[in-house]
T-cell receptor, first 111, second 112 residues
């Protein structure tokens, strides 16, 4: 069964700090890894990483896929209070249209 | 607005009742999904439809029955509700064969 584990489960930092969130996976026939941000309601899409696109960046957020280590990191630099959210990692494997999610990392940014 | 929408946003009901949640997307996507998010925030897929055809059916009790009248709508009917059904239910959609899924705002179901 496909599995995704995120760490840490919870993280509290001060505004301006840089954070790194981790995601490791076990999946049959890996196809892609996705990062989502969940505030109060719907998860919103951040990045998708594949074998042909192992690094993505958008503003202060960046993500890298390490296929050898079966893991990914999500970096957020110069954090702001608006970055406070649960960050979800998901993978797509053999069940091609199915996202398998990790349990999420709850990130809290204090002013 | 271009989005995935769900109704209702909140649903409080008693054990044994039957209830439905509706989902609509105007993104022009072919594939729609239902996910359940439990109290520990784990999001787990329940069903997926592509162009009105069921393609994913995870280990979900028979009391849950999805229905897709057209490719823009996917409804979820739940019979004989149980306490353990309390959760947030998310609808999502994606273009066919694309992995990036777009989520609705969720329906918080509370069974008392």
């Amino acid at each position: 069964e496909d599995k995704v584990v995120q760490s840490p489960l919870s993280l509290v930092v001060h505004e301006g700090d840089t954070v790194t969130l981790n995601c490791s996976y076990e999946v049959t026939n890996f196809r892609s890894l996705l990062w989502y941000k969940q505030e109060k309601k719907a998860p919103t899409f951040l990045f998708m990483l594949t074998s042909s696109g192992i690094e993505k960046k958008s503003g202060r957020l960046s993500s890298i896929l390490d296929k050898k280590e079966l893991s990914s990191i999500l970096n957020i630099t110069a954090t702001q209070t608006g970055d406070s959210a649960i960050y979800l990692c998901a993978v797509v494997g053999q069940g091609a249209q199915k996202l398998v999610f990790g349990q999420g990392t709850r990130l809290t940014i204090n002013p | 607005d271009t989005a995935v929408s769900q109704t209702p946003k909140y649903l409080v009901t008693q054990m044994g009742n039957d209830k439905s949640i509706k989902c609509e997307q105007n993104l022009g996507h072919d594939t729609m999904y239902w996910y359940k998010q439990d109290s520990k925030k784990f999001l787990k897929i329940m069903f997926s439809y592509n162009n009105k055809e069921l393609i994913i059916n995870e280990t979900v009790p028979n009391r849950f029955s999805p229905k897709s009248p057209d490719k823009a709508h996917l409804n979820l009917h739940i019979n004989s509700l149980e306490l353990g059904d309390s959760a947030v239910y998310f609808c999502a959609s994606s273009p066919w064969a694309k992995h990036e899924q777009y989520f609705g705002p969720g329906t918080r179901l509370t069974v008392t």
